[in-house]
C-alpha cells in the first residue's frame, strides 16, 4: 500500500473492507454462540454468560490497553520512517501484555468463587456459571494477546492478514460449538472450549504474518523500553476503559433489571447486551479502518489526507448506525426468538425495551468514532474524557437514578440519554482549535 500518496476513499476500502469482513464473521460468531447456548442449554446458559460478560470485557480491554496503545504509536513511527522506534514499540508492548495476560488468568482463577457471588451468581445459577468460568479464566491470556497482535499485524499494512484470523477462527468456534454443545453434550465447559481454540486459531493465524515478507514488526529482548510503557498505557487507556466500562455497566445493568423485573429481564437484557456487541463491531470497524491512516499521516505531517480520512469514516459510521436500527426495529421479534424460547412477557417486554434501547446507536457512533480519532490522533486525554462519560461518569449514575425518579421501565432509555450528554461533551472536543 501507498501510505504517502494513494487515493485516500481506496485506501480507506482496502482497510474497511477485511475489517467488514472479519466483523461479519465475529458477529456470525457472537450470535451463534449465544443461540447454541441458548438453544442447546436453555436460559440458564444465557443468564451464566451474561453473567460473565464483565470479565470477557476486562480481558479484552486489557488487550486494546496494549494492541491499540502500541499499535498507534507504531503506525506515527512508520510515518515518520523511524525503524528503530517501530521495533522497539512492538517489542516492549509484546512483553509487557504476555506478562499482564499471565498474571490476570492466575489470580481470577485462584479466586473465582468469590468473583462469581460479585458478578450476581446466585445459588440458582452459580454451578453452571463455574463451569464456563474456571476454563475461561485459564486461558484468559489467549484473548490478550489476540487481541494484541491483531491490532499490530492491521497497523502492519496486513488487514487482510488479522481478516483471514477472525474468520478461520469464528468459522472453527461456531462448528465446535455445534459439536460439543450438541453432539457431545458437554453444555457450557463445550462452549467456552469452543471459544478458546478459536480465538488461539486466531490468534496463531494473525502472528503468522510475522514470517511473512511484508513483515516489518520486529522483536528484540533488547528493544524492551521501560519507558515506552507509560506512553502505550497512556494512548491505550481509552479503548481499554471503553471495554472495562462497558463490563461494568453491564454489570450494574444486571443487578438494576433484577432488582426491578426478576430473572425475565435478564434474559431480555442478555439479548440486548449481545446484540450490542454485534452493533459495537460494525461501528468500530469504521473507525478501525480509520485508525491507521490517520496516525500514519499524522506521523508523516500531512494534516489534509487527516481530514480526508475522517470525513469518509464519519460518513460510513453514519450509514451503519442507520441501516443497524432498521434492522433491529424490523426485526425485534425475530430477533428475541433467536436467541432463546422466549416466555410471553419475554416478548411482551422485549419488543418495546430493545426499540427503545437502540435509538441510543444514533449518538453511539458519534461518541464511538471520534474516540477511536482522538486515539489515532495521538489525543488520548479527548478520547479518555469520553470513555469516562460513557462509562463512570454518565452511564452508571443514569441507571441508577433515573429508574428511581420514572419507575422500571425508564432503565431502558438510560443508555440513549447518557450517550446523549456525551455526544455533546464529544462535539464540543472536536470544536477546539488544537483538533
Request: proline share 2%.
Amino acid at each position: 500500500m501507498n501510505l504517502d500518496n494513494g487515493k485516500e476513499i481506496n485506501l480507506y476500502i482496502k482497510y474497511l473492507l477485511p475489517t467488514i469482513c472479519a466483523m461479519v464473521f465475529n458477529a456470525i460468531y457472537i450470535i451463534t454462540d449465544t443461540l447454541m447456548i441458548g438453544k442447546g442449554i436453555g436460559e440458564e446458559g444465557l443468564v451464566a454468560l451474561n453473567l460473565l460478560l464483565p470479565i470477557f470485557s476486562a480481558y479484552f480491554g486489557i488487550g486494546y490497553l496494549f494492541g491499540v496503545g502500541g499499535s498507534v504509536l507504531l503506525s506515527v513511527a512508520k510515518g515518520k520512517k523511524d525503524e528503530g522506534e517501530q521495533k522497539r514499540i512492538f517489542s516492549t508492548t509484546v512483553t509487557v501484555a504476555a506478562v499482564t495476560g499471565v498474571l490476570v488468568s492466575l489470580i481470577p482463577f485462584i479466586m473465582q468463587n468469590k468473583l462469581y457471588r460479585l458478578l450476581g451468581a446466585t445459588d440458582e445459577n452459580i454451578r453452571i456459571t463455574r463451569e464456563y468460568g474456571s476454563i475461561m479464566f485459564a486461558f484468559g491470556w489467549i484473548y490478550i494477546l489476540q487481541t494484541v497482535i491483531n491490532c499490530f499485524v492491521r497497523n502492519d499494512e496486513a488487514p487482510r492478514r488479522s481478516m483471514a484470523g477472525t474468520i478461520v477462527g469464528s468459522c472453527t468456534n461456531v462448528v465446535l460449538d455445534y459439536i460439543f454443545i450438541y453432539k457431545c453434550n458437554m453444555g457450557m465447559s463445550g462452549a467456552i472450549i469452543a471459544t478458546v481454540i478459536g480465538n488461539a486459531l486466531n490468534m496463531l493465524i494473525a502472528a503468522s504474518h510475522l514470517l511473512s515478507r511484508n513483515n516489518n514488526l520486529h522483536y528484540g529482548i533488547r528493544s524492551i523500553s521501560i519507558g515506552r510503557v507509560k506512553k502505550i498505557i497512556i494512548n491505550g487507556a481509552s479503548p481499554c476503559f471503553n471495554e472495562v466500562a462497558w463490563g461494568i455497566v453491564v454489570f450494574v445493568f444486571n443487578l438494576q433489571i433484577v432488582k426491578y423485573f426478576g430473572n425475565y429481564g435478564l434474559v431480555i437484557y442478555s439479548i440486548i447486551s449481545n446484540t450490542l456487541i454485534v452493533t459495537n463491531s460494525f461501528m468500530n470497524s469504521a473507525g478501525n479502518a480509520m485508525q491507521p491512516l490517520v496516525s500514519y499521516s499524522i506521523g508523516a505531517g500531512n494534516k489534509e489526507r487527516v481530514r480526508k480520512f475522517t470525513k469518509i469514516g464519519f460518513v460510513t459510521i453514519t450509514i451503519f448506525a442507520i441501516i443497524m436500527y432498521g434492522v433491529i426495529y424490523g426485526f425485534t421479534n425475530r430477533l428475541i426468538h433467536l436467541f432463546v424460547k422466549p416466555s410471553e412477557i419475554v416478548v411482551k417486554e422485549g419488543i418495546p425495551a430493545i426499540r427503545i434501547y437502540f435509538l441510543s446507536l444514533f449518538f453511539a457512533m458519534v461518541n464511538v468514532y471520534f474516540s477511536v480519532y482522538f486515539q489515532a490522533a495521538l489525543k488520548s486525554v479527548y478520547a479518555m474524557i469520553i470513555s469516562l462519560l460513557r462509562g463512570f461518569g454518565v452511564t452508571i449514575l443514569f441507571v441508577i437514578i433515573i429508574p428511581l425518579i420514572f419507575g422500571a421501565s425508564s432503565v431502558w432509555w438510560v443508555m440513549l440519554l447518557s450517550e446523549g450528554v456525551t455526544m455533546i461533551v464529544t462535539l464540543f472536543l472536536l470544536s477546539r482549535k488544537n483538533v
